[in-house]
């Protein structure tokens, strides 16, 4: 019993240190724009690999 009285106030503390920590990170602007970030893997430039990385036969060899 007497452990609860130690780890109930613990746990609040961490919690209130998780909202405080939350909270500065909403207004610091950590959360400002999550989409952009997403979207650079889906929009994937389509360049074509160095002539020496080709492989032969494929249809974007050069001759």
Do not use: C, W
């Given at each position: 019993?007497?452990?609860?009285?130690?780890?109930?106030?613990?746990?609040?503390?961490?919690?209130a240190l998780a909202v405080v920590l939350f909270f500065w990170?909403?207004?610091?602007?950590?959360?400002?724009?999550?989409?952009?970030?997403?979207?650079?893997?889906?929009?994937?430039?389509?360049?074509?690999p160095p002539a020496d990385l080709q492989q032969p036969g494929?249809?974007?060899?050069?001759?």
């Open positions: 019993m007497s452990s609860l009285l130690f780890l109930i106030p613990l746990s609040l503390l961490v919690l990170a909403v207004r610091s602007g950590q959360y400002d724009n999550m989409d952009s970030v997403a979207m650079h893997m889906v929009l994937d430039d389509d360049r074509q494929s249809k974007e060899s050069t001759p």
